[in-house]
């Protein structure tokens, strides 16, 4: 399994920015997909965004336009880049990384909070 951790979570105005980061245990390039979920209580866990090996994108409708996902890869490390945050953003943010190498593995959360 690769290991995931994540931190820049905290609590934010609305309209406020944050940035998430994901540094994995493994290369990216051994890494199929990574990507950010986020589950609200009561709700099911959802894709936020993810970013193939091959640099590839992807993003649920609610957050196209306001969320950024990126990587660095020396450093091993995911980013997710939220602006424009929305009280509907608040939840626990978790990464996951899917490779054909080391199968599916997740980060355990950091929490997101908008309130003003």
């Known amino acids: 399994q690769v290991q995931l951790v994540e931190s820049g979570g905290g609590l934010v105005q609305p309209g406020g920015s944050l940035r998430l980061s994901c540094a994995a245990s493994?290369?990216?390039?051994?890494?199929?997909?990574m990507g950010w979920y986020r589950q609200a209580p009561g709700n099911q866990r959802e894709l936020v965004a993810a970013?193939?090996?091959?640099?590839?994108?992807n993003y649920t409708d609610s957050v196209k336009g306001r969320f950024t996902i990126s990587r660095d890869i020396a450093k091993r490390t995911v980013y997710l880049q939220m602006n424009s945050l929305k009280p509907e953003d608040t939840a626990a943010y978790f990464c996951k990384s899917q490779s054909t190498r080391y199968g599916i593995s997740w980060g355990q959360g950091t929490q997101v909070t908008v309130s003003s």
């Open positions: 493994a290369s990216l390039f051994s890494i199929n997909v």
């Open positions: 970013i193939t090996n091959g640099g590839s994108t």
